[in-house]
Structure formats: C-alpha cells, structure tokens
C-alpha cells in the first residue's frame, strides 16, 4: 500500500472559570482517499476504506 498523509484540527475555547467549554474539530480536512488494509482475492483487490472528512463539535457545561 502507498503511505498517505492525513490532517487533523481541533480547537477548544474555555473561560479561566473552567465551568464551560466549546470545542470544533476536523478530521481528515483535506478529504484524502485511502485504504485502511488491502487484499488481492480471486476476483480482484478488495480494501476497507478510511473515512472521509468529519466536522463536529461539542459544549461541556458544569453544573
């Protein structure tokens, strides 16, 4: 298989309070197309595929 490069970014945004928090993230930002693992069976080359770009967030509170 041939090496692949993937990117990652996060971010978290929280007062000195600690009391709340607001994090965003990206995986894979560049939406690179890649094999996790590869075979070759008897009717061709067969791959499990790494996922695609994924954006999400998350809040925290503390009560």
Do not use: Q
């Not at 928090?21 to 890649?34: F, G, Q, V």
């Not at 009717?43 to 809040?59: A, D, K, L, W």
């Amino acid at each position: 298989m041939p090496a692949y490069f993937l990117m990652d970014v996060g971010l978290t945004f929280a007062p000195k309070s600690n009391k709340w928090s607001i994090s965003a993230y990206a995986n894979n930002i560049i939406d690179r197309r890649y094999d996790i693992t590869r075979e070759t069976g008897l009717n061709g080359i067969f791959g499990v595929p790494g996922t695609p770009r994924m954006v999400g967030g998350r809040m925290r509170i503390d009560l």
